[in-house]
Every structure is written in C-alpha cells, then in structure tokens.
C-alpha cells in the first residue's frame, strides 16, 4: 500500500488556496494596479503541476514494485472517475444554464483542448480548464512514456523531456508575434508540460534519495536554456520533496495542519467550482457572487460536490479498475 505523505496534502491545500486568493481577487478589482499584487497567486496552478508529477509518478511506481508491472488500463480507469467525470458534472451545470459562449467552447472543455483557443474566446466559467486540459495530456502520455522506456530511465526521460520542453517553449516563443488575435501560448501543454515533468523526475528522489545525483546534469542544462529567473518549475518540486523527506521540520508541521489538508482534499472540486462565483464586478448578477459570500459560497459548494460526487466517483473508480492491474507479484523493485 502506498505510504501517504501528510506534507503533500498541505501542499495541495495550500494551492488551491493561492488560486482561489488570485479569482477571488480579479472578481473584487479591475484595476490594474491593484491586481499586480494579487496574480501571484497564480502560481498555485504551478504547485498544482509538481504535486501531479510527484504524485502521479509515485502511484505508478508503486504499482510497478508491488505487482511488477504497470496496469495502464486501470491509470485511466482511475483517472476517469477521479478527475474527467467530476469534470463533466460541473460542465453540465454550465450547459443547462447557457453559459457556454459557444459550440467551441464546449467541445473545447470536453475534449481538453481548452489551453489552445485564442485569447479572449470563452467566458470565465471555463478559462480555468486550460489547466485540467495540460493535466489531462499528462495523464495520457507519461504512463506510457513510462512503460515504454521502462522504469529504469524513466527519472532520465523526465528530466530530459523537461528540458526539451523548456527549449522547444524558448524557440517558439522568440518567433511568435503577438498580437490582438494571438492565441494564449503559455497555456498550450507543449508549454507547460516540463512544469510536470520535473516533479516526474522528483518524484524518484522521493523512492531513493540517492537519485537527486542524476537531475544534476539536466538542471545545468535547463537553467541555461530557460535562464536564472525561469526556475519555478524546477525549485517547486525539489522544495515538496525536500519537505517530504523533512516531516519534522517547522514547515512540514504547518504543511499537515488540518486545514491545509482539509483544503487539500477538496481542492479539486474547488478548483472546479469556484468560477461560477468568481466573476467580474461588472458581471455581477446574483448574490452568491459578491464578496465576501462568493468566497464561502464556494468553498461550501466544494465540499458538497467533494462528499456527494468526487468521493462516490473516486471509490467506484478503484472498484471498477482493480480488475485491470497486473497480477504478476514480484519483489519490490530498485526505483533507479
């Protein structure tokens, strides 16, 4: 049985929070000078990629040293139940209200390409799926990744592959005029995905502590290709596994206070729910979405749906996919 990280949870907790604090922000101001000072709470989206990578790469590890293989059936049987059906539910929400700007918008939010329309097009309801679009074309290519190149290399294959990604982002981004109709580059998931990646190759530190030796050359080579100021995506996942590795330090003791873990195991559904109370000042139609109420209403609503949808989901989805795991049992194996 995989081993839980109290530390992580708090991590998770303390991310939702940054990116609740930055929507909440931009429904209460308009002024630029005053939002400034609130968007750093967008790097929760950040700490939400390294948590991915650590903790996505971690369940597939251990399945691999507890049954000697990895069941790539039964990942997505679990991710469906986990992350894309809860997803569907609130998106039903928002097509029976009309919400949806157009048939675009839609397919985009169904089928995950959300981070690839132009700038501007949708409403505020589902911007922020750009994020569970990256997340989602994660969970479709790193478990394969994985099996393909084997456990083995797959800390190398990470760190690598985020290294490609940064340099990839950089060329692409010195040949793109920007203009009015120029779509959010940032958020496309050939963008984003080395933000993941490192907590991939992170997250074997995690099994051995020796193996932060081999992130050494790819880290050299990632901060010359992004630069000194560009780190974020590799200084995120080596803190959470720092912390980890660190239970009875100060922090990690803050990071496994009740409400931070209470906050981390609803932040999916509040991450999914909190937009339809976040909006604009101007496009304030109801009570529930003025502050301060927007805020507690959506919290509540989070730890609804987390009670009466993802936790059903998510037992089902266990249910359903262990039929669908290896039934080879070896002995543990040396995560290298």
């Avoid at 991310?15 to 000078?33: C, K, M």
């Avoid at 933000?195 to 991939?200: D, E, H, I, P």
């Avoid at 190759?201 to 099994?207: G, H, P, R, Y």
Wanted: hydrophobic share 50%; charged share 15%.
């Amino acid at each position: 049985m995989l081993k839980r990280i109290p530390t992580l949870d708090g991590w998770r907790g303390l991310a939702v929070i940054l990116v609740t604090f930055h929507h909440a922000a931009e429904s209460l101001f308009t002024r630029d000078d005053i939002l400034q000072y609130t968007r750093w709470g967008a790097s929760g989206v950040d700490l939400f990629f390294a948590l991915s990578g650590i903790l996505i790469t971690r369940l597939l590890l251990d399945e691999q040293q507890r049954f000697g293989g990895i069941g790539l059936k039964a990942f997505y049987i679990r991710r469906l139940f986990r992350v894309t059906l809860p997803c569907y539910c609130y998106l039903l929400l928002i097509w029976c209200r009309s919400l949806f700007e157009s048939r675009t918008e839609l397919l985009s939010s169904i089928f995950f390409f959300r981070n690839y329309l132009p700038a501007g097009s949708g409403t505020r309801y589902t911007i922020h799926l750009w994020s569970l679009a990256v997340e989602e074309h994660f969970y479709l290519l790193w478990p394969l990744l994985l099996v393909v190149g084997t456990v083995q290399y797959g800390q190398r294959i990470a760190a690598w592959g985020a290294v490609l990604c940064a340099a990839w982002r950089v060329a692409a981004l010195n040949s793109i005029h920007f203009g009015p109709a120029s779509p959010p580059t940032l958020f496309r998931t050939d963008f984003r995905l080395d933000c993941l990646l490192w907590g991939c190759a992170f997250a074997f530190v995690l099994d051995k502590p020796a193996n932060w030796k081999r992130l050494a050359a790819p880290v050299l080579v990632y901060l010359m290709v992004v630069g000194p100021m560009s780190l974020k995506p590799v200084l995120l996942p080596a803190l959470l596994v720092f912390t980890a590795l660190n239970p009875g330090r100060i922090v990690a003791g803050i990071l496994d206070s009740r409400p931070l873990v209470w906050f981390g195991k609803i932040s999916y559904s509040l991450y999914l729910w909190q937009m339809l109370f976040f909006v604009p000042p101007a496009a304030h139609l109801v009570w529930f979405q003025q502050f301060p109420i927007n805020v507690a209403a959506a919290i509540g609503m989070a730890a609804l749906c987390y009670r009466i949808i993802d936790l059903p989901l998510l037992r089902l989805g266990h249910k359903l996919s262990a039929a669908h795991r290896p039934t080879r049992v070896e002995p543990a194996l040396q995560c290298a």
